[in-house]
């Protein structure tokens, strides 16, 4: 009988190079695919997909006896991720651009590659689980509670589902380090970086000056009453419930409880201000 295909999201890490390594231990024909995506110039940006981070999956690929090819997602990386990324901002919500990445490039694009190369899967480094119950797929958090990536894989549909597989769900990150160790894996003690991939420096602040100085303006601060308590920096840099670093001297303390963009007001008030009987919203997805 012939092997299930799969392709794996490789990004030089040792959380996708572990994951690589499992599949062909339990005996998957395995294509390894980086993705090449949009960042800023600079040496720290492109982490993900930096000439480095190519030459480490490379490696791991010729350890492996896999192929490794890449493929070129940085116009729509640009246009799903980065250009939402300063839009949320710029209408006073906080995005989450991994979340987008994963959506639109990750498990659209890249699985849609996967099935045109004949494979029955796409795997990827998370720390999450699949179940099927009565012919239905289930999003299971990853046994590693300070790891698990399930709130990232939100929006994964049915159709998804079925055709994704995440070797490292049911194990730890010092697990997966140990192995990684163990196969002798040239990217086991690789540093994970928590900044956004496609940042030079990490400053988000600085990038959303540079690309939408529209949105980054001083405006005031004021309480439910609207009394003007001080001035902000520009609204991208607060988000609902923040207390450091307001700037304000107040008898108690004071947290962000509002952001409008319409009219460059950060509002802000006591916790007991904060609580809130409802919510709106959006994007809900029931996976099953």
Request: aromatic letters at 8%; proline letters at 5%.
């Amino acid at each position: 009988m012939a092997k299930k295909r799969v392709v794996v999201a490789m990004s030089g890490g040792v959380d996708s190079s572990t994951a690589a390594a499992l599949l062909v231990e339990r005996g998957y024909e395995v294509i390894g695919v980086m993705m090449r995506l949009w960042a800023e110039e600079g040496p720290g940006a492109n982490r993900c997909c930096s000439d480095e981070a190519l030459e480490g999956a490379r490696r791991v690929a010729q350890i492996l006896g896999i192929p490794l090819h890449t493929v070129d997602y940085e116009r729509e990386f640009k246009a799903h991720v980065v250009d939402y990324f300063i839009r949320e901002y710029a209408h006073g919500r906080t995005p989450n651009p991994c979340l987008a990445c994963n959506r639109y490039i990750k498990f659209d694009l890249l699985l849609r590659h996967a099935l045109s190369l004949g494979a029955d899967y796409l795997a990827t480094g998370h720390y999450v689980r699949v179940r099927r119950t009565d012919g239905e797929y289930q999003l299971l958090k990853g046994v590693d509670p300070d790891k698990d990536q399930s709130y990232f894989l939100y929006m994964l549909g049915q159709k998804e589902l079925a055709h994704l597989l995440f070797p490292l769900g049911d194990y730890t990150k010092a697990q997966v380090r140990a192995m990684a160790r163990e196969r002798g894996l040239p990217v086991a003690e690789r540093p994970e970086s928590q900044d956004l991939c496609f940042l030079a420096d990490g400053d988000y602040r600085r990038f959303l000056k540079e690309h939408a100085p529209e949105a980054v303006r001083p405006g005031p601060i004021v309480d439910t009453s609207g009394r003007v308590l001080g001035r902000h920096k520009g609204l991208p840099f607060y988000t609902v419930g923040q207390r450091e670093g307001l700037g304000i001297a107040a008898p108690q303390a004071l947290y962000v409880l509002r952001l409008d963009p319409d009219h460059n007001v950060l509002v802000v008030g006591t916790a007991d201000e904060l609580g809130r009987r409802e919510l709106v919203a959006g994007e809900v997805n029931f996976i099953s």
